[in-house]
């Protein structure tokens, strides 16, 4: 997965946080299209490995190892969503009750997302980034 960004600011250990802006999946011309209600682009900072020394301001290739960043899109997006059904039907089972299905599915899926965050921070500290700025513009 290779993307394009800005050096927005330099951090500590050889890092280097990158405004990327993401198109969409749709070739880019939603003046044509309008199937996704008009969402040109979304602005996202990614933090990266600085290998190549790159400054503030500098335009960067970055590529991301796939297989990580799709275990993180899991992480965030499923593995919550599989933990709100799997408390909705324990919780069902247990209380026979729709109203403790959802409380259970609900508390499930905020741990799901605590997880989540809890993950990301333990990655940031660890300098365990799944991206690496790869050239210079």
């Given at each position: 997965?290779?993307?394009?960004?800005?050096?927005?600011?330099?951090?500590?250990?050889?890092?280097?946080?990158?405004?990327?802006?993401?198109?969409?999946?749709?070739?880019?011309?939603?003046?044509?299209?309008?199937?996704?209600?008009?969402?040109?682009?979304?602005?996202?900072?990614?933090?990266?490995r600085?290998?190549?020394?790159?400054?503030?301001?500098?335009?960067?290739?970055?590529?991301?190892?796939?297989?990580?960043?799709?275990?993180?899109?899991?992480?965030?997006y499923?593995?919550?969503?599989?933990?709100?059904?799997?408390?909705?039907?324990?919780?069902?089972?247990?209380?026979e009750?729709?109203?403790?299905?959802?409380?259970?599915?609900?508390?499930?899926?905020?741990?799901?997302?605590?997880?989540?965050?809890?993950?990301?921070?333990?990655?940031?500290?660890?300098?365990?980034?799944?991206?690496?700025?790869?050239?210079?513009?």
């Amino acid at each position: 997965m290779t993307q394009q960004g800005t050096i927005k600011k330099l951090l500590p250990g050889g890092m280097a946080e990158i405004e990327v802006t993401r198109r969409s999946a749709c070739g880019h011309d939603c003046a044509k299209c309008g199937g996704c209600g008009g969402l040109e682009t979304q602005t996202l900072y990614v933090t990266a490995r600085n290998k190549t020394d790159a400054r503030v301001g500098e335009r960067v290739l970055i590529e991301g190892e796939t297989g990580q960043v799709l275990g993180l899109a899991v992480l965030v997006y499923v593995l919550p969503i599989v933990l709100f059904f799997v408390g909705y039907a324990l919780a069902s089972l247990l209380f026979e009750g729709g109203a403790a299905g959802a409380i259970g599915g609900g508390v499930l899926f905020a741990a799901g997302i605590l997880g989540a965050i809890w993950y990301s921070h333990r990655m940031k500290v660890r300098n365990q980034v799944p991206y690496e700025i790869t050239k210079r513009l």
